[in-house]
Structure formats: C-alpha cells, structure tokens
C-alpha cells in the first residue's frame, strides 16, 4: 500500500508513531468502508445505523445525548429518530428521573437489526482475513492484541 503522506501540522517523531498512525489510519478507513458496503442490506440508511447503534450499545440515550454522539444538530437528529420509531427500530421512554424527558431506547427488533448487520461484516472481514497467509494473520492477531492494550489504556491528550 502507498504511503500517503503527512500534513504540514503534524509532528514527526523518531519513533515512527506518528508515521504508524498515519497507515493504520488509511488502512482502517479503507477496510471499514468496504466491510461497510453490507450495511444496506436491511434497507436503513447509514445515519439511521450510525444512531440506532449508539442506543443498541451504548444503551438509552436523551435526543440531545444522541445527537452530540453523532455530531449532527438536535433537528437533524430528531428526524433520523423519528424514522427510527416510525419503523419500530427505537422508542421513546418516559425519564426515570425527571417524568417530563424523554429517552430514546432501541426496540428488541432494532438490537436484531443490527446483530444482523454486525454478523454479515464480521462474515465479510472473515473472509477477507482468510485471504492472507499463515504468517500475515500471525501479524494480525498480534496487532489486534496490541489494540485492545490501547482500548483500555488512558492516553494522555
């Protein structure tokens, strides 16, 4: 793969991380988007996904919460959510704490849409995993266990 190179803004450093960090981001970006290419399978637009997924694992959420997750203005959300409900995906619930909010839950038919979703890309990166050699799927596992240190680790900003 070419290396793309850096904008003038970022620093480099001599231990290559930056540089890393710029592939790793190319590489990823490129393999979600084709892994991506499953998610019009059930017939939800991609922004309609993107905030159904933020309540199926992220849990209830207000609109505002949804809408500043998903960085799009609470009237855009609103509409996104009021298709959601429309197709039974997500519904609205009465605040537990204050009776006049409400929150926004995914609906068991929403969760199922989107395990569904969640099986077919996992299905589709399997088999595009299966495509590489012993010795690259050696490398592989080994930076995906390098990812998950990062996933717990606090990274100063």
């Known amino acids: 793969m070419p290396r793309r190179p850096l904008p003038d803004s970022v620093p480099t450093d001599a231990g290559g991380a930056v540089e890393l960090a710029n ?4 590489a990823a970006i490129h393999l979600l988007r084709r892994i991506a290419q499953e998610d019009g399978a059930d017939g939800v637009t991609g922004a309609r996904l993107s905030a159904l997924s ?9 609109l505002g919460s949804l809408a500043r997750r ?5 009237p855009t959300m609103s509409r996104l959510v009021e298709a ?18 409400v929150r926004l839950t995914a609906t068991p038919d929403g969760r199922r849409l989107m395990e569904r979703g969640r099986a077919r890309r996992i299905e589709r990166l399997a088999r595009e995993l299966a495509t ?5 799927m050696d490398d592989i596992e ?3 266990t390098a990812l ?3 996933e717990t680790r606090e990274v100063p900003r």
């Open 84 to 101: 959601l409900v429309r197709d039974g995906l997500v519904e609205r619930v009465a605040d537990e704490a204050d009776r006049r909010s």
């Open 23 to 26: 592939r790793l981001n190319s």
């Open 148 to 150: 998950e240190v990062l």
């Open 132 to 136: 590489l050699t012993a010795s690259e």
């Open 142 to 144: 080994r930076a995906v």
């Open 70 to 74: 998903e960085r799009v203005s609470t």
């Open 54 to 62: 933020v309540l199926v694992y992220g849990g209830q959420q207000s």
